[in-house]
């Protein structure tokens, strides 16, 4: 069969022609790499240079690119990955070969678990040293790519100049098609320094991929809910992902739904919607609410350890599960599982399901927030209550926070009203320390119009206190608020709970304070009586601040023991 006839896009103007057949000289395939993601849409870039991948970094100076440098790999990896999600586009996070490469592992496995997309473009050994054998070469690892395929998405490994674009493109797509996730490109050093004369990169496709559901399964799923008769919806972060809170509300009220968000979903739902069951997860009473539903719809989550009651949750009625990530399609509970992003997952649902009336539902829900205020209520927790109101009353409404693995962060989970979704993030997918302050400092350069809070223990913050150069060094517009309790707290609960006593919870830690004032950060040591006015001043001043605060919290009571 022949064809007489290309479409528009594959004919070349002769402007471009002439461009094609005369590209600048100098360049390299450093410069394909920057090329690459400026036409893919990158604006900006995280990373650290590196002996390997210095060919990248050089061609960033001839690139319309921003670069901002982080101190430490993983930091890096925490900004890009929020700098993903405030954004929704990949950021691209540059990195070299092996020591540089391995430290960005804890951030992509907490990109992985919250689907950030992050494209992560390493450097490798020369050319000559791919295949395994033991060269010698700085920064040799056997099969680099092997310690990263466990975490991301895709691998995507380039031998050859041509093929730096379609690996780059690839990736991106890959790293926003739903669900969205870090995915890994490396580039031998000899690839990135080497001259070039390939054209100048103009045009690529990387339109992601769309995860439609399947329609028969969306008509049984409406049906279900239609005529269920005591309905309940838990939303995940899959949800605040896709940009999907407006098609949950619309489907919440056409059910009469109740909706309970998870701790990566926050936002989702509106905190204060008659519907809003909030956040309470690790509580007996809203398990009990979501086991008794006789149709659950569970969209954007896989039900873990944390959205279950750590798997205490047992449901009784019929489950239905939305899901882009084939991996948690019932894998904790059998479902009329859909696999399917779930933007695209509810507004199917929402042209399909009937108006359900049920002038109760409101009032369970008041119900159920009585009795989780009044189990809260009934224990000794004034202090971490009045802790986080104040954070709250404090925090612009837009500002968005990032909360490291510490306990007001676990009180945040259930009991903080994020106020609009996609501005509460924690490192709640994969649980490692460090998260809060490189992650806010992604999110001030993604959006500089708010400022943006973030929140560490004491131990927490050791591991990021290097970025405190780089928030000077920027100029960001992040306040972080440091609760010292001179050890990690949490821990602390859990060793003295299960044996009576702690091993290696207990920190010498710096004069936090005079830390940040070296670095140029202005800095206040503050109480929980003047928390809510130091905070306020130091969000209402623009550039980088720290506000610490020494008290001991606790956790509140479980109920899944």
Do not use: C
């Not at 990263?148 to 780059?168: G, L, N, W, Y």
């Amino acid at each position: 069969m022949t064809h007489d006839h290309h479409g528009p896009e594959l004919l070349p103007t002769p402007a471009q022609t002439t461009a094609a057949l005369n590209p600048p000289p100098g360049r390299t395939g450093g410069d394909l790499v920057v090329e690459t993601l400026h036409n893919l849409g990158a604006t900006t870039v995280f990373g650290l240079p590196g002996q390997h991948a210095l060919g990248m970094f050089d061609a960033l100076r001839r690139s319309d690119l921003r670069y901002v440098g982080l101190r430490v790999e993983n930091n890096a990896g925490f900004a890009a990955d929020a700098y993903g999600r405030i954004t929704g586009e990949a950021a691209p996070l540059l990195l070299s070969t092996g020591p540089g490469a391995l430290t960005s592992l804890a951030a992509l496995q907490e990109a992985a678990a919250a689907s950030a997309p992050v494209l992560a473009i390493s450097s490798q050994i020369p050319t000559a040293g791919l295949g395994g054998g033991r060269h010698g070469y700085l920064h040799e690892l056997r099969d680099q790519q092997a310690s990263f395929r466990d975490i991301v998405k895709s691998v995507h490994t380039v031998r050859a100049a041509s093929q730096i674009p379609s690996a780059v493109a690839a990736a991106w797509q890959s790293a926003l098609t739903a669900p969205h996730g870090p995915v890994w490109v490396e580039i031998p050093q000899d690839v990135l320094l080497a001259e070039t004369s390939l054209p100048v990169v103009t045009s690529l496709d990387a339109t992601p991929h769309e995860v439609y559901p399947r329609p028969e399964l969306t008509a049984v799923a409406a049906e279900l809910l239609s005529t269920a008769v005591r309905p309940a919806i838990i939303a995940g972060g899959g949800v605040v992902r896709a940009d999907a809170s407006g098609k949950l509300r619309a489907l919440a009220e056409k059910l009469n739904a109740p909706v309970v968000t998870t701790f990566g979903g926050k936002g989702a739902f509106l905190w204060e919607h008659p519907l809003s069951l909030q956040s309470w997860l690790e509580d007996r009473h809203t398990t009990d609410l979501l086991e008794d539903a006789d149709v659950l719809l569970v969209v954007g989550s896989g039900l873990g350890e944390l959205s279950s009651n750590y798997h205490t949750f047992a449901p009784r009625g019929r489950v239905i599960q939305i899901e882009a990530d084939l991996g948690k399609l019932e894998s904790n509970h059998p479902a009329l599982g859909i696999h399917a992003d779930a933007r695209l997952g509810l507004a199917a649902l929402v042209d399909t399901v009937r108006e359900r009336p049920d002038a109760s539902a409101p009032a369970r829900v008041r119900e159920l927030l009585e009795k989780v205020a009044a189990r809260i209520g009934g224990q000794d927790t004034a202090l971490e209550r009045q802790l986080l109101a104040t954070v709250r009353d404090a925090l612009p409404d837009r500002s968005p926070s990032f909360w490291d693995m510490t306990i007001l962060a676990y009180w945040a989970w259930s009991a903080f009203d994020p106020r609009h979704p996609n501005t509460m993030h924690s490192a709640q997918g994969a649980g490692g320390l460090g998260y809060g302050f490189p992650a806010a400092l992604g999110a001030a350069v993604a959006d500089p119009s708010h400022p943006v809070l973030a929140v560490s223990g004491d131990g927490g913050a050791m591991y990021s206190l290097a970025e405190l150069a780089t928030a000077r060094q920027y100029d960001l517009d992040v306040t972080w608020l440091i609760v010292d309790d001179g050890g990690y707290g949490i821990l602390r609960e859990y060793m003295t709970d299960a044996f009576g006593t702690t091993t290696g919870t207990e920190l010498t830690r710096p004069d936090f304070v005079a830390l940040a004032e070296s670095f140029g950060v202005p800095a206040v040591r503050t109480s929980p009586d003047a928390l809510g006015a130091d905070l306020s001043k130091a969000l209402g001043e623009p550039g980088p601040s720290v506000v610490v605060l020494p008290v001991t919290v606790r956790m509140f009571g479980a109920t899944h023991l």
